[in-house]
């Protein structure tokens, strides 16, 4: 079967369309710039998040404390600034080295030590929340300045808002360094065969632990963004946010078992679940039938990635090695 | 029928035949097995005889052919759990143990005793049980050692504890000696006498010669998929057995290798008293510019980890590399940057990307060139992907095709072309032509021999006796992790080869 590079995105890219189209015939709201910027939001955090967290999910690994380290990088972006007084430039700086150092540290445990990564991280997100629990005395803080970086979230530039563009610098760049540079394919070799890899002079070690920390530090990143924009910042902001990348990740094409994955990709997943949550609202179904379409979105698109909607396709990770006779 | 009294023959398979679709593998055998007799299966890689073993396990079908155990006539196609009931086992090396469990339990697993009228486990009972079976054949284990903390020897007795308490009447062991220290092997050996003494047959399956000799009471030879021989226990030799099993191919086809002098070549590798504790020893040879040196020897006999050493993966002990004239201690990373490379056994564990493009295979290798400043030259990769298809002629020759989507043939040539795209002076390659199709098996062989033409020197790990002597200028034989012999400058056959790797040594094979 012939295999063109952008396939998969453009498949998606084509069912968005079909879904756009079917929910305007549908609601006539739903192509008006105020419902499509109440979408707009979700998909910017996700898309930023995303940006890094594919990195371990390539690797054949997994970051679920993205939650917690967005959160916390708010809630120390906040303290930087208004408690320490330090320049708004500097404490965002000083926020994503954090977020990078915290990522690295799970890759650590990963890649040397060997857990799996599923737990590993699933500790970090409970850590992370019990610290940012304890450098925000489980308050809700409020910021209010400094005003440059409140308008990091809630400006807006050719009347478009902010973060769409950090959104887009992140996902582009982060597209750019999986599918161009030598730092990508050595991910995705690690994730498609790691002792193939090894043998090709790859080092998987410090290919994972640069992963996570790319995750890390994308979080960070998202967590600085999500804090300027809701101008609060609490321990639980950001809880559960994992689940929803996993699932852009998931639709948008990336490999429950690594090897594979597009950015671009799991933008389009992203803005495809926001989309049809949008439309369920306008529909007015209600809010707990939501998380079951949702559900069901996924399931079906793992079936079609691995080929299993589409007509006569091998399954490569399935084949199994024909014992010589 | 049931109604025949007990025959002394336990197995008995009448004109077994089995194609895998086209070409076939076994071609109208006859085996059979008596009551309480060892008996050995042997025949080189491709002989047939694990499918034989497959087939009488329930592990595959058969095309035709009868096969009646214990006086029933089998099914052409029967599941392993109904051979399993029939009293037929296969000790596995470690694969069938669950690991986090006792010994106990994984004797009895699924047949565990149950508290009557319920299905509460009696665990107290299986210990009871499981030391009796101990006790009766005296092994060293108790019934609450884990899994997970006793030796593969250890895990083999509880293999074989499992078979015995499930009333085996046949034992099929595989290759049971290949991960064993010598100590063990002669347990082994002591325990087989024990199972025959109390009427259960032994299958046994090895490539070591003097293990077959000393155990069996019969011995079936297998050739390319035929009955070629059963011999009684007076016509058992090692030297008799070698020669059933690569029978007068060579001596028909008349292709003697006449391996070539090599003297006066420049040295690329010189190797000196590498030693890797447990793996080989005190390993020294020199490879020559353009040379193919080929080592031979039996799985298990060090091949693997020597070369693997050399390209380095893994670390050794003792010992010194030059490399080019120069002291060298070898990395991955070092080989690669330095004009090695190296292609390794199980191409599909370890040689390639099955869910990547042929593109991005040939590129994950050459990211030093293509990616110099750490963007890759996406043209750049592109086009030596379409040199590296060109050079062996993969099919389809679509650079964006799965690799997983090949054939085996065209997936070694993937794992052959990104090597061939680079400058090479030096090559490793181990087993290039398992379970590959006759026609790109040639063409591998080509691409071998054209390298050497054009200056790179190949070290060829190979257990294909005829690919070994086809291919080689000069041959290594490694036993027990030691090269025994070289052969240079001589007149070489498979059957010299065989008998040297199996212990066989005699003054004239310097003929």
Redesign the interface.
Known sequence: ?????LMNEVRLGLVLLVLMAALTIISPRFLTLSNLSNVIWSVCFIGILASGAIYPRITGGIDLSLGSLAALSGILVDMFMNRYGINWIIAIALTVVIGAVIGLFNGFIVAKIKVPAFVVTMAAKTYLYGVALVVSNGAMLAILKPKPFIAIGTGRLFNLPNPIYIMLVMVVLSQFLLK???????V??VG??E?????????PDSIRLLSYMLSGAATAVGGVVLASLTQQVFAAAASGVELEVMTALVIGGT?PVG??GSVVGALLGAVMVAFIINGLNLMNVPAPYHPIVTGSVIILALLMNEGYLVPKK?N??S?H????? | MKTEHKSDILLECRHIVKSYNGPIVLDDVDFSVKRGEVHSLVGENGAGKSTLIKIITGATDRNSGDIVFNGQALPLQYSRKFAESLGIAVIYQELSLIPGMTVAQNIFLSREPLYPRTRIINKKKMNVMAQELIDRYNFPLKPNDLIDNISIAQRQLVEILKALSGNASLMIMDEPTSSLTRTEVEMLFKIIHTLKSEGISVLYISHRMEEVYALSDRVTVLRDGKLVSVLEKEQISPAEIIRLMIGHRLEENAVHHHLPKIEGRKPVLEVEGLTSVGKFADISFTLHEGEVLGIGGLVGSGRTELVRALYGIDPYDKGSIRYLGKPWVPSVHASIRSGIGFIPEERRIQGILATQTITRNIGVTNLDRLAPRGVVKSRQEKQLAMDGIRLVNVKPPDPEHLVGNLSGGNQQKVVLAKWLVRNLKLIFIDEPTVGIDIGAKEEIYGHIRALAEQGVSVILVSSDLPELTRLSDRVLILRKGRIIKEFKECVLTSEKILRAASGILEEDDEA
Do not use: E, H, Y
């Open positions: 079967m012939k295999r063109k590079p161009k540079t030598a730092f990508g394919r050595k995705m070799a498609a065969n002792v193939a890899a090894k043998l090709s002079g790859i080092d490999s090897g594979k091998r490569v990770l084949g090695r024909q014992a010589a006779a």
